[in-house]
């Protein structure tokens, strides 16, 4: 049975990775941070019904003796590196946290595998947040990085390090820069998913508006699920490499926003407002992906539309907001 090793278990592309692998027969051991609302930690594991079918190991990204010794303890055939201060916005206002954690972080769990179990195969998740400012119209894996927020300088040290622990130490370490995905568990600060609950909100009568920045600004949007396979299929190549995941087409946050409205029958300029504070301090304007390589060499391709995914999410929010207007009567 095989081992494998994931930080960031607890968040969305954790809880994905963390089914596939389950369902591929291996042991999941996940690196948990420790929190005081022990009982919402696991929530995107719940939602996923894999609660109880991971091993949790107390630790932080920024605790290296811990990350030594989780290491040693698992001895994982595979190592997912996942865990991160994700959110652009937040990377503004606590850029040191954003560096310790998304860039350092990333090393320091480099350095335990080094250590510890230089066998075992590592996966860094890289971003397309690092294109930033893209320099060419479609970005593939030799396209230049020019990363617009703290996040984006985080995750491209992140990704330089885990290019020269392979060049320097023949570790297996793969880097997949992905796109933006989402899903029902997505945190609700991320566009899509503050789009799906805010319109179950307004459907259900909670609310009455959403607000948002800057919708012009334009995404190559996927789904969590179709994104870990990605992940997964990365290590199990002969040689490590990096790879872009992406789905291969770009919308605006407006589309997105319609997408949302239409399925329940709402119209969007009725509810949208536009707030100027939602504005970022640089903008990362448009981000298009081609996954050719991945598609030649993986054989993988991105499977569900954003209208499906949007869908699916506006379905689970109404669920969910649902029961809370039921749990607050009763
Ligand atoms: P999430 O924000 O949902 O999950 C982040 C995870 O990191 C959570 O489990 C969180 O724990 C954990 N974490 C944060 N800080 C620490 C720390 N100091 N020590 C240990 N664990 C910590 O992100 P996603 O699942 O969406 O993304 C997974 C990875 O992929 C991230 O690295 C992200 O930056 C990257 N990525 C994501 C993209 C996307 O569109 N989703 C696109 C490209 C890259 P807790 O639950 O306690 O907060
Ligand atoms: P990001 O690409 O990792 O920053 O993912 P987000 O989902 O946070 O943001 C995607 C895009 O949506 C960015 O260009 C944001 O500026 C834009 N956006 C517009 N309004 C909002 C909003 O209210 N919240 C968030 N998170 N993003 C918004």
């Known amino acids: 049975m095989k081992r494998a090793f994931v930080t960031g278990v607890t968040g969305q592309d954790g809880a994905y990775l963390s089914r596939l692998l389950l369902e591929k027969g291996y042991e999941v051991y996940g690196l948990v941070r420790r929190s005081s609302s022990a009982e919402i930690v696991d929530t995107k594991l719940r939602w996923l019904k894999i609660q109880n079918d991971i091993r949790f190991i107390d630790g932080n990204l920024l605790d290296t003796s811990a990350l030594n010794r989780a290491v040693r303890d698992v001895k994982p055939d ?5 865990a991160a201060q994700s959110f652009v916005k937040s990377s503004w206002s606590q ?14 769990v480099l350095e335990a595998v080094r250590l510890e179990a230089p066998q075992a195969r590592f996966y860094q998740a890289s971003s397309s947040e690092m294109y930033g400012l893209v320099q060419e119209p479609i970005q593939n894996e030799k396209t230049p990085f020019y990363p617009r927020s703290p996040y984006g300088v985080a995750k491209m040290f992140a990704h330089g390090m885990t290019v020269n622990y392979r060049e320097s130490f023949g570790l297996h370490a793969s880097s997949g820069i992905l796109f933006n995905h989402e899903s029902p568990v997505r945190g609700i600060e991320f566009v899509t998913r503050k789009v799906t609950d805010g319109v179950a909100r307004i459907k259900l009568g909670v609310e009455k508006e959403l607000r948002l920045g800057n919708i012009d600004a334009k995404r190559d949007w996927g789904h969590s699920n179709d994104y870990v ?17 992406a789905t291969g087409r770009t919308t605006t946050v407006r589309d997105m926003c319609r997408i949302a409205f239409d399925h329940v ?14 504005f970022r301090p640089a903008e990362v304007d448009i981000l298009l992906g081609n996954p050719g390589k991945a598609k030649k060499k993986l054989g993988w391709e991105a499977m569900i539309s954003l209208e499906e995914m949007i869908r699916e999410m506006v379905d689970a929010d109404l669920q969910r907001v649902s029961r809370q207007i039921k749990d607050a009567r009763s």
């Open 78 to 82: 595979e190592v997912y590196n996942l």
């Open 229 to 245: 396979r990605a992940m997964w299929l990365m290590l199990q190549q002969d040689t490590p490499d990096d790879y872009v995941v």
């Open 95 to 108: 850029p040191l946290l954003t560096s310790q954690v998304t860039g350092i972080g990333a090393l320091n």
């Open 265 to 278: 029958g709402l119209k969007m300029d009725d509810h949208l407002k536009i707030d100027p504070a939602l």
